[in-house]
């Protein structure tokens, strides 16, 4: 068999591997039942169906009826960029809490984009903040800093 996608063909190989790690790790937490679940139990089966889906992905990518492509090469730059922003936010969120992370998080990564404004890179980063606050600080009371120290009190 001839791969035809490339794309598909990475996609199915990388969604086989996070599957099968997320299986494996599972295993060391206690499984349960599907009535009384363990923390490993959703995990563990989680990460199978992920494989059998990169599974079905591969498969489909040496499909002689499947579209003729090929990956396209990294660029170093922006998956740096990418990267880069997540660990700030990471780095960031405890002593700058998550409303400034956040749009620290979003106008870095936006630098990434050929196509930047800060216009949008702004706009994006106040709904990804509401969103943010509304859905982990109020809607699921996640016990986390929104703002800094210093302001907050």
């Given at each position: 068999?001839?791969?035809?996608?490339?794309?598909?063909f990475a996609s199915g190989l990388m969604f086989i591997l996070v599957g099968f790690g997320f299986s494996w790790v599972a295993r060391?937490?206690?499984?349960?039942?599907?009535?009384?679940?363990?923390?490993?139990?959703?995990?563990?089966?989680?990460?199978?169906?992920?494989?059998?889906l990169g599974v079905l992905v591969l498969?489909?990518?040496?499909?002689?009826?499947?579209?003729?492509?090929?990956?396209a090469h990294w660029d170093i730059k922006i998956l740096?960029?990418?990267l880069g922003s997540v660990v700030l936010?990471?780095?960031?969120?405890?002593p700058l809490g998550m409303v400034l992370s956040v749009i620290v998080l979003v106008l870095v990564s936006s630098m990434a984009s050929h196509e930047f404004?800060?216009?949008?890179?702004?706009?994006?980063?106040?709904?990804?903040?509401?969103?943010s606050v509304g859905a982990f600080v109020?809607?699921?009371?996640?016990q986390m800093p929104v703002w800094p120290a210093f302001i907050s009190g």
């Open positions: 068999m001839r791969i035809r996608s490339q794309k598909d060391g937490y206690s499984m349960g039942t599907a009535a009384k679940m363990g923390p490993g139990y959703f995990p563990f089966w989680l990460g199978v169906v992920l494989a059998l498969i489909g990518s040496m499909s002689s009826k499947g579209e003729e492509d090929k990956m740096l960029w990418i936010f990471g780095l960031l969120l405890k404004s800060w216009k949008g890179a702004i706009l994006n980063a106040i709904i990804l903040v509401l969103i109020y809607g699921i009371n996640l």
